[in-house]
């Protein structure tokens, strides 16, 4: 059986990435039987997945007014004629000016949106547009699920409307069988901390990354609450904001978490069975920054290239910088000793580690850390 899904994944990531090697992505991907297909589109600086799974479509964003056409020929390619949902994370350009003319070149089931009004003319056309189409915005709450193909999405964020943009992205959590994928629109820190406090579950094999991938995105508390066995991060090639940052690849390049990237390798098309992901193309592990003048890879070579395996733990190497401080080697009668900090919930090798403040944080045997309900973080242990 494991030979039987090594064969089928190997034979199924040819097909999509000769698919991708003809004009205009002409050969649709099709997500048959339980499959799931997650195509995260080159829009350049901007945003646009388009999911397909059981006979449905869902456009998560549709990147900025200069890509509109290409978005639409793109789901024409994919066969797409109606979508089921439209989901615009949030109304900045680089991911609403698309959906205006999907909403005029595809039958419309669902939108659903943020609760805030933007400023701009495109915001005023993007509503007067889903009225001239009978079609009414809705704007879901926190915890919301709705059925989608062979699985289901969850609404993960706002969980209340901010005066920045950004933080009022609809984040969703898409679920097929055992695999699972984050969308983060722009979302940033603030709303990425109101999601860890709810609870809910957003361990995910794929994160789309907030905000292409800002330094005010994809913070360490994200990282270890998800624990992505890849990362996506959409953005222009030699784009004006310097998206990636380095401060954001540097974190996953420390977490060996493999990475696509639109600027470096164009659409990428993840093909979920429930139980394993496959893709179109290699991880670039491209974790230089956007701003960098070369486009070289910093990135390990035996990093996962999409086997559906997903890691075990996290390499710890790279955590420990020449000025932290030195932590103890000496152990006591009850264990190694550890690092906690004033607050949280896990234990750590190193004092400052993420954010902590190596100036509050204390020392502990590992078992007595355990014994009072820590666990280890999976960023530096």
Wanted: negative net charge; proline residues 3%; aromatic residues 8%.
């Amino acid at each position: 059986m494991k030979k039987q899904r090594k064969i089928y994944t190997f034979l199924l990531s040819l097909l999509l990435a000769f698919s991708l090697l003809l004009p205009g992505s002409i050969v649709p991907v099709e997500a048959a039987g339980g499959d799931m297909a997650v195509h995260f589109i080159d829009v350049g600086q901007g945003l646009a997945i388009l999911v397909q799974s059981g006979g449905e479509n869902l456009l998560y964003d549709g990147g900025n007014r200069s890509h509109a056409d290409e978005v639409v020929q793109y789901l024409k390619n994919q066969e797409v004629e109606t979508i089921d949902y439209m989901i615009s994370s949030h109304y900045d350009e680089d991911h609403l000016g698309g959906l205006v003319k999907c909403l005029d070149n595809f039958e419309v089931d669902h939108v659903l949106g943020s609760d805030y009004v933007h400023t701009s003319d495109l915001f005023n056309t993007f509503m007067n547009t889903a009225t001239a189409n009978a079609i009414t915005v809705e704007y879901p709450a926190v915890g919301d699920t709705y059925e989608f193909g062979t699985g289901s999405f969850t609404v993960m964020a706002p969980s209340g409307i901010s005066k920045n943009s950004n933080d009022n992205s609809v984040v969703i959590r898409l679920v097929n069988g055992d695999n699972s994928f984050m969308f983060m629109g722009d979302a940033e820190e603030t709303s990425e901390q109101d999601m860890i406090s709810t609870g809910m579950n957003l361990d995910c094999d794929v994160l789309c990354l907030g905000h292409h991938g800002s330094a005010s995105s994809t913070s360490w508390d994200l990282l270890e609450a998800s624990t992505p066995s890849w990362a996506v991060v959409s953005c222009g090639k030699g784009n004006s904001y310097g998206h990636p940052t380095a401060e954001t690849m540097g974190k996953l390049s420390d977490m060996d978490i493999p990475v696509f990237r639109t600027d470096d390798q164009g659409t990428v098309i993840a093909v979920s069975d429930g139980s394993t992901i496959s893709w179109n193309q290699e991880p670039c592990n491209d974790y230089s920054s956007g701003d960098e003048s070369t486009g070289s890879s910093s990135g390990s070579s035996d990093a996962s290239t999409g086997s559906g395996v997903r890691y075990s733990g996290w390499s710890d190497s790279s955590q420990i910088s020449d000025n932290s401080t030195e932590t103890a080697d000496t152990t006591d009668t009850q264990g190694a000793m550890v690092w906690i900090s004033a607050t949280g919930s896990k234990y750590h090798s190193i004092p400052n580690c993420g954010n902590m403040n190596p100036d509050n944080a204390r020392q502990e045997s590992e078992s007595q850390a355990l014994s009072e309900g820590y666990e280890a973080c999976k960023k530096c242990w």
